[in-house]
């Protein structure tokens, strides 16, 4: 089992930056788990900042690996003091953050896995490293499920308008494949700069059921929301978004994960892995999931939405009421 000790090691990776866990106590290996021990990973975990989103995905990874799977060694933060030589002969880096990837990336040769990054991050990690073992869990969710999310909410949406930057760019090749799926269509414009966005806007929204803005560092920035939100309600259409934090600012709803979701995924994925290659040969999307809905923005429209938990199933359905 997961003793006492082990907790306090990993919570002392983060708080106050004060000082960083030199290693994690080992976890037993069990062989009714059905490893041996030559299948066992020393597996070092590598966060960007104490606290916040680092913190709790570090936690809920202690609470969800199984005992006896692989040995988790905590390598300090990225910013500060970091346990070189355990990163330089772990079978696996556990990068918690943008910066910590990019730390990893720099200071060890040995395969990474980044968790909590975008899929933008981890374009601008793989294009300075091209020659690097990287996989990821990303944060972006799959295009199939926010077109999911939009069915599940809107059953008789018929068009979306799909905002992409810079960044997100790089989705549009699957877009339309997940639209027709969901016997959607999809009107895309790319925003190149903040200029762009207004008029962007006013085509996306006059022509369609609903908008559609893909994670992006022009277009999810604060004043781009903002923007977006206010041009939104002038045309009376539901903003569909990738993050709670966004739908309490006024989006329709959201659906996204949270870094106990991907602390889980990323637990999963250990287990059933028995060397580093088959975690960095793959970007993972998440697999958990919720969704948010704001019920004062839905009165506004004069949309009955149904509850969070009945949203939920029907995005793992397929959409389909």
Same mark, same amino acid.
């Given at each position: 089992?997961?003793?006492?000790?082990?907790?306090?090691?990993?919570?002392?990776?983060?708080? /106050?930056?004060?000082?960083?866990?030199?290693?994690?106590?080992?976890?037993?290996?069990?062989?009714?788990?059905? #490893?041996?021990?030559?299948?066992?990973? &020393?597996?070092?975990?590598?966060?960007? &900042?104490? /606290?916040?989103?680092?913190?709790?995905?570090?936690?809920?990874?202690?609470?969800?690996?199984? @005992?006896?799977? $692989?040995? #988790?060694?905590?390598?300090?933060?990225?910013?500060?003091?970091?346990?070189?030589?355990?990163?330089?002969?772990?079978?696996?880096?556990?990068?918690?953050?943008?910066?910590?990837?990019?730390?990893?990336?720099?200071?060890?040769?040995?395969?990474?896995?980044?968790?909590?990054?975008?899929?933008?991050?981890?374009?601008?990690?793989?294009?300075? $490293?091209?020659?690097?073992?990287? /996989?990821?869990?990303?944060?972006?969710?799959?295009? !199939?499920? $926010?077109?999911?999310?939009?069915?599940?909410?809107?059953? %008789?949406?018929?068009? *979306?308008?799909?905002?992409?930057?810079?960044?997100?760019?790089? +989705?549009? @090749?699957?877009?339309?494949?997940?639209?027709?799926?969901?016997?959607? +269509?999809?009107? *895309?414009? &790319?925003?190149?700069?903040?200029?762009?966005?207004? @008029?962007?806007?006013? $085509?996306?929204?006059?022509?369609?059921?609903?908008?559609?803005?893909?994670?992006?560092?022009?277009?999810?920035?604060?004043?781009?929301?903002?923007?977006?939100?206010?041009?939104?309600?002038?045309?009376?259409?539901?903003?569909?978004?990738?993050?709670?934090?966004?739908? =309490?600012?006024?989006?329709?709803?959201?659906?996204?994960? =949270?870094? !106990?979701? *991907?602390?889980?995924?990323?637990?999963?994925?250990?287990?059933?892995?028995? !060397?580093?290659?088959?975690?960095?040969?793959?970007?993972?999307? @998440?697999?958990?999931? %919720?969704?948010?809905?704001?019920?004062?923005?839905?009165?506004?429209?004069?949309?009955?939405?149904?509850? &969070? +938990?009945?949203?939920?199933?029907?995005?793992?359905? /397929?959409?389909? +009421?």
């Amino acid at each position: 089992m997961v003793t006492a000790r082990m907790r306090a090691c990993l919570s002392c990776l983060l708080p /106050g930056g004060l000082r960083v866990a030199a290693a994690l106590a080992m976890l037993a290996l069990l062989p009714v788990l059905g #490893l041996s021990v030559a299948h066992a990973m &020393e597996v070092a975990v590598l966060v960007s &900042e104490p /606290g916040g989103r680092g913190q709790r995905f570090v936690e809920a990874l202690d609470a969800a690996l199984a @005992p006896g799977v $692989h040995r #988790l060694a905590g390598a300090g933060l990225a910013g500060g003091e970091a346990d070189t030589a355990l990163l330089g002969r772990a079978d696996l880096v556990l990068a918690v953050g943008h910066a910590a990837a990019e730390r990893a990336l720099r200071d060890s040769s040995r395969p990474v896995l980044a968790v909590l990054v975008g899929l933008r991050d981890l374009d601008r990690l793989k294009r300075a $490293h091209p020659a690097r073992d990287l /996989g990821a869990v990303v944060l972006d969710q799959p295009l !199939e499920r $926010h077109l999911r999310l939009v069915r599940a909410v809107l059953p %008789d949406a018929k068009r *979306v308008g799909v905002l992409l930057g810079p960044d997100s760019v790089v +989705q549009l @090749p699957g877009l339309q494949h997940a639209a027709d799926a969901l016997r959607l +269509q999809a009107d *895309v414009h &790319e925003v190149r700069e903040v200029a762009d966005l207004v @008029p962007a806007l006013d $085509h996306l929204l006059f022509a369609g059921d609903a908008l559609l803005p893909l994670p992006d560092g022009l277009v999810s920035g604060p004043a781009a929301a903002r923007t977006i939100l206010l041009t939104s309600y002038r045309h009376r259409r539901p903003v569909f978004a990738h993050s709670a934090a966004y739908v =309490t600012a006024g989006a329709l709803a959201a659906v996204f994960s =949270t870094p !106990e979701h *991907v602390a889980v995924d990323v637990a999963d994925l250990l287990a059933a892995a028995k !060397e580093p290659a088959a975690l960095v040969r793959k970007i993972h999307s @998440p697999r958990r999931f %919720d969704v948010a809905v704001n019920r004062a923005v839905a009165r506004a429209l004069g949309l009955v939405v149904a509850d &969070e +938990q009945v949203l939920r199933e029907r995005i793992a359905d /397929g959409g389909a +009421q």
